[in-house]
């Protein structure tokens, strides 16, 4: 099994960006994962994940949610089998703004992994964390809800201490710290301190040149991954 999960960055552009504008910020992901190497997930709203797949290579198309459910009746709801099928190669559960109960989340991962669909599981607090665990996601995302889009990051003990307890319940899950992430300094930090990776929404839109924000943040991806090990 493996026992250190991939180095990623996410870029979340939530609804922020869709259609063009979100085509045009997918290829400058794109371009830097191809001269880093880095996995990068991307996220966007479900009529943009065909558009961005297909003019694409290497980043990872993510869904920003998904259901359990199966081919069949279900209007309205989230397919996996379609999601799939439209190029989403990973996908977001449980985020602060589209919460699931325990039971979905469960079913969704499962369903999930019989699809190759990679799970970025959200959870809350540490508790909570503990919790979604049980369920092996691919990655945890531990934030607290009250730091989203602040700008300011949890503490280094908070850090710290998810990425122990994570590790000591399943070593081979990815652990995600994100909330409040600003700059690429606040990613090498939690990077650093033992998280596999981090992310951010307003930390990247709202940079003077956001694809110049995705660069240096996955370059501290890297840095902080190579510093710790050494």
């Known amino acids: 099994m493996q026992t ?3 180095p990623f960055l ?10 063009e504008e979100a085509l045009a910020l997918a290829k400058a992901s794109d371009a830097v994962a191809k001269r880093t190497g880095l996995t990068i997930y991307f996220t966007c709203p479900f009529s943009d994940i065909r558009l961005i797949r297909e003019n694409t ?3 990872i198309v993510t869904a920003q949610a998904m259901e359990s459910l199966a081919p069949g009746r279900g209007m309205g709801h989230l397919l996996p089998e ?5 190029g989403a190669r990973a996908t977001f559960l449980n985020h602060a703004e589209q919460p699931m109960t325990i039971a979905e989340l469960s079913k969704t991962i499962v369903r999930a992994r019989e699809l190759g669909i990679t799970t970025i599981a959200c959870a809350d607090s540490l508790v909570e964390g503990r919790a979604i665990a049980a369920f092996s996601p691919d990655i945890l995302l531990c934030e ?19 990425v122990t307890e994570i590790r000591a319940i399943n070593p081979t899950i990815g652990i995600m710290i994100a909330s409040g992430i600003t700059t690429a300094d606040d990613v090498y930090r939690v990077v650093h301190l033992g ?15 956001p694809a110049a924000r995705i660069a240096e943040m996955a370059d501290a991806v890297i840095r ?3 510093e710790r090990r050494k």
């Open 224 to 226: 902080g991954v190579s």
């Open 4 to 6: 250190h999960p991939t």
């Open 144 to 162: 607290p809800t009250d730091l989203i889009g602040t700008g300011k990051t949890a503490d280094d003990s908070y850090t710290t201490s998810i």
């Open 82 to 86: 379609a999601l799939y099928a439209a």
């Open 10 to 19: 996410v870029v979340n552009p939530k609804s922020y960006l869709y259609g």
């Open 57 to 59: 290579d290497s980043i």
């Open 195 to 209: 998280a596999d990776g981090s992310g951010a929404t307003s930390g990247i839109l709202n940079a003077p040149n």
